[in-house]
T-cell receptor, first 113, second 116 residues
Framework: DQQVKQNSPSLSVQEGRISILNCDYT??????FLWYKKYPAEGPTFLISISSIKDKNEDGRFTVFLNKSAKHLSLHIVPSQPGDSAVYFC????????????FGKGTLLTVNP | GAVVSQHPSWVICKSGTSVKIECRSLDFQATTMFWYRQFPKQSLMLMAT?????????EQGVEKDKFLINHASLTLSTLTVTSAHPEDSSFYICSARAWNDQNIQYFGAGTRLSVL
């Protein structure tokens, strides 16, 4: 039973355009969400996070949107750069408990020059 | 962000031997560290939660006698794969909870284990 789902295994965008990566979750107890970027044979790098008390969080080119009623979040990257090409993982947790992260399967983003 | 160092990055061993992987938080103290395993083209699967000074908590289906975890200090956790077999070949990644936001985990670079 996958509690965090990233239904698009891959996404390809042109440099300079917007990349939108989507994530859905089923567990209503999740109240904190994170996005990680991962290159092959490396550990994930933390990008941005959002608490369920917010619906938007922005950090430079990265913005995460949360729609609690739809149990959906998205990561927007604007403008996209070739160096953004990587696998992006969405993760969720229930804060204040055991802080265990539940990951989606990831979306491979390719930004073409 | 916080720096987590993992060593070695790649290890090849013979079947039946044991392999130790180290995970260090370099610029902060981590009372809790986590160990994950990733299969090719799959997501990260949590294996166990490592708590400083106490026994690790293992996820369902993970053999605690196979994957020994020690968290003897606030900056070091180790994972020992005992009597490794080819099916243990995988990518192992550790993480540590941030000191300033316990919801965020920072990850090491991972260890590629190949058992011949």
């Amino acid at each position: 039973d996958q509690q965090v789902k990233q239904n698009s295994p891959s996404l390809s965008v042109q440099e300079g355009r917007i990349s939108i990566l989507n994530c859905d979750y089923t567990n209503s107890m999740f109240d904190y969400f994170l996005w990680y970027k991962k290159y092959p044979a490396e550990g994930p790098t933390f990008l941005i996070s959002i608490s369920s008390i917010k619906d938007k969080n922005e950090d430079g080119r990265f913005t995460v949107f949360l729609n609690k009623s739809a149990k959906h979040l998205s990561l927007h990257i604007v403008p996209s750069q070739p160096g953004d090409s990587a696998v992006y993982f969405c993760a969720a947790l229930r804060s204040g408990s055991n802080y265990k992260l539940t990951f989606g399967k990831g979306t491979l983003l390719t930004v073409n020059p | 962000g916080a720096v987590v160092s993992q060593h070695p990055s790649w290890v090849i061993c013979k079947s039946g031997t044991s392999v130790k992987i180290e995970c260090r938080s370099l610029d902060f103290q981590a009372t809790t560290m986590f160990w994950y395993r990733q299969f090719p083209k799959q997501s990260l699967m949590l294996m166990a939660t490592s708590n400083e000074g106490s026994k690790a908590t293992y996820e369902q289906g993970v053999e605690k006698d196979k994957f020994l975890i020690n968290h003897a200090s606030l900056t070091l956790s180790t994972l020992t794969v005992t009597s490794a077999h080819p099916e243990d070949s995988s990518f192992y990644i550790c993480s540590a909870r941030a000191w300033n936001d316990q919801n965020i985990q920072y990850f090491g670079a991972g260890t590629r284990l190949s058992v011949l």
